[in-house]
């Protein structure tokens, strides 16, 4: 799919590479945490491609777990074991792997990359884990008694709730992010039905320990639309 000529491309992120590589803050644990519990749910799936490892602690974790674990970047600093950009993933085959995880990765694309980049998702991958960061400040009451589990939640957003990003400028998080969840256009709603063009949505979670993160489990539809992708992901969900 062409993309208009003006539209900055995915790069780099525009940090200090060295340093934020270096950094290892407790939400990239829970984050990690999050990811292997999804995983879970998914039955005995075992090959992950890992598209934005960051500072490299998932990997790590599900090799430890038994995951045959392929990581790929647009960084070269980071060290993957492929380059690229996931809006054109043509170095893998389709439905290479049983799970694809893109943690906070697709709002650093200009919007029109995003569909490309879901599109090259579902077809690579049988399942997907695609985690995205929500807009503004948040706040939360929360009530855990210690007994049955039990834990409620109130969550509050605060933010501009007409606000509207144009698609094409990295205005958010100092200039990494062109969109949010939460904004115009990319409301969880709006979202959904934007995934569900390429996946069946298995679950969908405000992550209740790290508050900027909503969470998408998903299943390609190449998976779910024919009897030979549905032979291949016999061992999953």
């Not at 960084?75 to 043509?90: E, I």
Request: glycine residues 8%; proline residues 7%; charged residues 20%.
């Amino acid at each position: 799919m062409p993309v208009d000529r003006g539209v900055p491309p995915p790069t780099v992120m525009p940090v200090d590479r060295a340093r934020w590589a270096g950094e290892l803050p407790l939400s990239t644990f829970i984050n990690a945490h999050y990811q292997y519990r999804d995983l879970q749910t998914l039955g005995p799936c075992r090959r992950v491609l890992v598209v934005g490892p960051g500072q490299g602690l998932v990997p790590v974790l599900l090799r430890w777990r038994g995951y045959a674990v392929t990581t790929l970047d647009i960084d070269p600093f980071l060290d993957p074991d492929q380059v690229g950009s996931v809006h054109n993933m043509t170095m893998f085959g389709d439905g290479q792997f049983d799970v694809v995880i893109a943690s906070h990765v697709l709002e650093h694309f200009a919007v029109p990359y995003l569909d490309p980049a879901l599109a090259e998702i579902a077809r690579v991958g049988r399942h997907a884990l695609i985690y995205l960061p929500v807009h503004g400040r948040y706040t939360a009451l929360r009530f855990m008694p210690g007994f049955k589990n039990l834990d409620f939640s109130l969550v509050m957003n605060l933010y501009n709730y007409f606000s509207r990003p144009d698609g094409v400028s990295a205005r958010y998080m100092e200039g990494q992010h062109f969109w949010e969840v939460g904004m115009r256009g990319f409301r969880v709603r709006d979202l959904l039905i934007r995934l569900q063009r390429n996946f069946e949505v298995l679950a969908h979670y405000r992550n209740r320990d790290w508050l900027p993160s909503y969470n998408f489990v998903l299943r390609s539809q190449s998976v779910t639309g024919n009897g030979a992708g549905r032979a291949q992901a016999a061992d999953c969900l």
